[in-house]
């Protein structure tokens, strides 16, 4: 298999899952929150280019260790989460700054899917399969928690646990975004297909159903430029969600 | 020849250590329609959420045995954040679009509305969608928080008579708070006065007196000044 066709595979399944979990994260106000974590993983980038593993897996467990980190200081000073957020992910970035290998620091920041390995490759579509399988299952549910928290409980629906799974999506599709839009842009792969496909949808089926499509979209879109420009895939990626956001304002009724 | 559906014995909640209400006893009967009546913060929605069991509390609460209970919460301010049609709102709960039409039938509204946005309802509309939304899982207690709340008049006539309607056609059980006496008058077989703690109980005509009513909306109750009053109560 061609490598151009290896990233355009890897790009579309991980926009596709990440406009589709993206699409949850919207009406829960939480669309921002792949940005932090995406930042507190370039220590584990920064690991995973120097050491020569895939990406993703380093930046899983920062990932992980950022979310606990920041429940953890939540729960001991009551301060705002937001604020917490702001002293993690800040304290990533710099700490990946001390090793980061500087040559290397475009494809940790804006991502590098053009170089992927067939094996990683593999394992990144397997993964967004599931992430996918997953938020169809708990799409009602958490739509229902989304809409009322004590509608959801009243009808015995356990809040923590979907919270939790939600969670551990989060951190999955952002450990596989870093490797296509780097460790700075990860926000905008769940934010913008979401609100885009917020604007046109009629009903909560063409909403999900765009979110995915335009998360799927935006990256080939990407990586296509990025094949005829040389300008790296993960902005372009971006820019051609936004773009999408752009017609869409002009679309909505 | 205890025809309780609900009961409740010294219920207690705290938020954050302060008290919402204390020293709640009473029982509710099948068939019954309760008015939970009182001013804003005197704990009302918490009582209601205290029965359905989504915060924690002290005390005991006891729904007789495979009694479904039905949820109408006061707002959700959330729900035009998703871009949900009608249809597919009953969907949420599982229910089939038949069951769906058959419900909006009994609440007065068309099947056209089934592919409506939930965003472009009017408040009335919405309420009733509501209130049909809790009726899917045929439950056999409806908990209402200020049924009437932000609806324009047109609207509060309509939702009225469907809960007028609800009460005769069907053996439900109905517990609703609100701080408007026309509605304790016009829809509630009892009526419990709740500021932080149980003021009066009993059919409205003969417990709300001017007296009662005054009281009832007086200052907020500070727990400090009437706690050695506890043993009085009830």
């Known amino acids: 298999m061609s490598q151009f066709l290896l990233s ?84 990533g970035v710099a700490v990946a700054f001390f090793f980061l290998p500087i040559e290397q620091a475009e494809a940790a920041l804006v991502g590098d899917i053009s170089s992927v390995h067939l094996g990683d490759a593999v ?51 952002v450990a596989l975004g870093v490797k296509v839009v780097g460790g700075l842009l990860t926000a905008a792969i769940v934010a913008i297909p ?55 304002i002009f679309l909505k009724r | 020849m205890d025809n309780a559906i609900l009961r409740v014995k010294d219920l ?67 729900i035009k954040d998703v871009p949900l049609s009608v249809k597919e709102f009953f969907r949420l709960k599982n229910a089939s679009e038949n069951e769906a039409i058959e419900i909006l039938k009994s609440i007065g509204l ?28 045929d439950p056999n207690v409806l908990l209402f928080d200020e049924p009437l709340a932000g609806i324009d008049i047109g609207g509060q006539e309509s939702v009225y008579n469907l809960l007028e309607k609800l009460k005769e056609a069907k053996n439900l059980t109905i517990l609703f708070v609100t701080h408007e006496l026309s509605v304790v008058y016009r829809l509630a077989d009892r009526v419990l006065c709740l500021n932080k703690r149980m003021l009066c109980m009993g059919a409205p005509k003969e417990k709300l007196t001017p007296e009662a009513i005054s009281n009832l909306y007086a200052s907020p109750i500070k727990f400090y000044q009437h706690k050695h009053q506890e043993g009085e109560i009830s």
């Not at chain 1, 993964?127 to 799409?139: D, K, L, Q, T």
Request: hydrophobic fraction near 55%.
């Open chain 1, 8 to 91: 355009l595979l890897s790009g579309i399944f991980i926009g596709g899952a990440a406009g589709f979990l993206g699409s949850l994260m919207l009406p829960k106000r939480m669309s921002l929150v792949a940005g932090p974590l995406g930042h507190l993983a370039l220590p584990g980038i920064a690991l995973a280019l120097i050491y020569g593993f895939d990406i993703s897996l380093g930046a899983f467990p920062f990932v992980i260790l950022g979310i606990f980190l920041i429940w953890l200081f939540e729960r001991k000073t009551k301060l705002p989460a937001e604020a917490l957020t702001a002293v993690v992910f800040a304290t």
């Open chain 1, 123 to 173: 394992f990144a579509i397997a993964i967004c399969v599931a992430i996918s399988f997953v938020v169809e299952i708990i799409y009602p549910k958490m739509t229902l928690i989304n809409v009322s928290e004590d509608i959801a409980k009243s009808q015995k629906i356990n809040v923590g646990k979907y919270n939790l799974v939600y969670l551990l999506l989060i951190a999955l599709i």
């Open chain 1, 194 to 248: 979401a609100v885009t496909s917020r604007n046109l949808a009629k009903s909560l089926a063409q909403y999900k159903f765009l979110a995915l499509i335009f998360g799927i979209l935006s990256s080939a879109v990407g990586i296509f430029l990025s094949q005829f420009t040389s300008l790296p895939a993960g902005p372009l990626i971006i820019v051609s969600s936004a773009f999408l956001f752009l017609i869409s």
């Open chain 2, 12 to 78: 207690n909640v705290k938020f954050d250590g302060e008290e919402v209400f204390i020293g709640l006893s009473f029982n509710v009967d099948e068939g019954e329609v309760l008015a939970i009546l009182g001013p804003n913060g005197a704990g009302k929605t918490t009582l209601l959420k205290a029965l359905l069991g989504i915060v924690p509390y002290e005390g005991t609460v006891e729904w007789r045995e495979g009694v479904k209970v039905g949820y109408v919460p006061q707002r959700l301010p959330f």
């Open chain 2, 110 to 137: 068309g099947e056209e509305i089934l592919g409506k946005k939930i965003g472009d309802l009017s408040s009335g509309q919405f309420q009733r969608i509501l209130i049909g939304w809790a009726l899917a899982s």
